[in-house]
Nanobody, 124 residues
Framework: QVQLVESGGGLVQAGGSLRLSCAASGRTFSNYAMGWFRQAPGKDREFVAGINWTGGSTGYADSVKGRFTISRDNAENRLYLQMNSLKPEDTAVYYC?????????????????WGQGTQITVSS
């Protein structure tokens, strides 16, 4: 039974920074790729960033490239998303997700387990 728990969400002004964290349990964490997705009201859940099983390969949505950084600490079973230069259009619920395989993927159906989500609100 896999559980993913996000933390670090909240309210921030445009141009500011936040770091999200995701803790995983119930599975051998270090052997699987992970990702971050987000969903704004009236929109589908969209890919934000992904990282392979070792942390040596990453992928980003064009809208966040150069501003966000995904990383992982396999010894601590944690996933991170550093968000800099935040914009009002980044406002959404952010979700941590775990794959059943090792490579970076951009579609939500490629992920087997999901966290509860955490709200990020960026004010102008």
């Amino acid at each position: 039974q896999v559980q993913l728990v996000e933390s670090g969400g909240g309210l921030v002004q445009a141009g500011g920074s936040l770091r999200l964290s995701c803790a995983a349990s119930g599975r051998t964490f270090s052997n699987y790729a992970m990702g971050w997705f987000r969903q704004a009201p009236g929109k589908d859940r969209e890919f934000v960033a992904g990282i392979n099983w070792t942390g040596g390969s990453t992928g980003y949505a064009d809208s966040v490239k150069g501003r966000f950084t995904i990383s992982r600490d396999n010894a601590e079973n944690r996933l991170y998303l550093q968000m800099n230069s935040l914009k009002p259009e980044d406002t959404a619920v952010y979700y941590c997700a775990l794959r059943g395989s090792t490579g970076v993927r951009r579609n939500s159906y490629e992920y087997n387990y999901w966290g509860q989500g955490t709200q990020i609100t960026v004010s102008s």
